[in-house]
Each structure stands twice: as structure tokens, then as C-alpha cells.
């Protein structure tokens, strides 16, 4: 079976960190892009974070740059996403989510050009 497993997230204290974890299953993440998207209640889906199967990046979220840092380690088949300084606005369903065009070397923020998905894990900026 072919999927995203996430990992990480939770509640996390304003100026806090985040990590999240994007683990493969079934399939070779070295030849895919992998997106982080977030959800927050009553927002639409918005890409924050894209890293390409060569390794360059790309912020969506204007907000979140240097912040934010998506990284990919291709022997352990993942994807990470480390967030510093946390605030209450970062609050959402976080997402990762591989896409295979191009051998893996487009990075997008439209969710319609991915091709797998994780479940989703909830982070709660909060004190």
C-alpha cells in the first residue's frame, strides 16, 4: 500500500518548535517533491513548504519564512518540516504530500498536483 504516515506535531507554546515527520510506504520518496500543507478551522488548504527530489526549497507562506525549514533524508525514506518561534496563527492541520512530476523536480502550492497524502496531524500554538 502506497501512503504518507505523519508524525510530530501536537500543542506547542507560542515561540515554541514544531517537527513534524513525513515517513513513505510502499514507494521510493527520492524521486518525488514533497509539500507541507496546512489547514487551520474555517481556512481553505494553503501549500506553506516544498522541497524538490534535488533538494531545493520553496516558501508559499510569507509568514512562515525563516521560521520554517523542510529538509528530506532519502536513506530513511522522510520528509521533515522544523518550525521555531511558533505563534498562534501557525495553528492548523499540518499535511505532507509527495508529488512525481518531473521525476520529483516541481515544487507546487496547488494541491491538485500531488499525487499522494498523509493523514494530517493537528498542531495547537497555545498556552
Known amino acids: 500500500q502506497l501512503q504518507l504516515v505523519e508524525s510530530g506535531g501536537g500543542l506547542v507554546q507560542p515561540g515554541g518548535s514544531l517537527r513534524l515527520f513525513c515517513a513513505a510506504s510502499?514507494?521510493?520518496?527520492?524521486?518525488?517533491?514533497v509539500g507541507w500543507f496546512r489547514q487551520a478551522p474555517g481556512k481553505e488548504r494553503e501549500g506553506v513548504v516544498c522541497?524538490?527530489?534535488?533538494?531545493?526549497?520553496?516558501t508559499y507562506v510569507d509568514s512562515v519564512k525563516g521560521r520554517f525549514t523542510i529538509s528530506r533524508d532519502n536513506a530513511k525514506n522522510m520528509v521533515s518540516l522544523l518550525g521555531n518561534s511558533l505563534k498562534p496563527e501557525d495553528t492548523a492541520v499540518y499535511y505532507c504530500?509527495?508529488?512525481?512530476?518531473?521525476?520529483?523536480?516541481?515544487?507546487?502550492?496547488?494541491?491538485?498536483?500531488?499525487?499522494?497524502w498523509g493523514q494530517g496531524r493537528q498542531v495547537t500554538v497555545s498556552s
Open positions: 504530500a509527495a508529488a512525481g512530476a518531473a521525476g520529483g523536480n516541481h515544487c507546487s502550492d496547488s494541491m491538485w498536483e500531488y499525487d499522494y
Open positions: 510502499g514507494f521510493a520518496l527520492d524521486s518525488y517533491a
Open positions: 522541497i524538490t527530489s534535488t533538494g531545493g526549497t520553496t
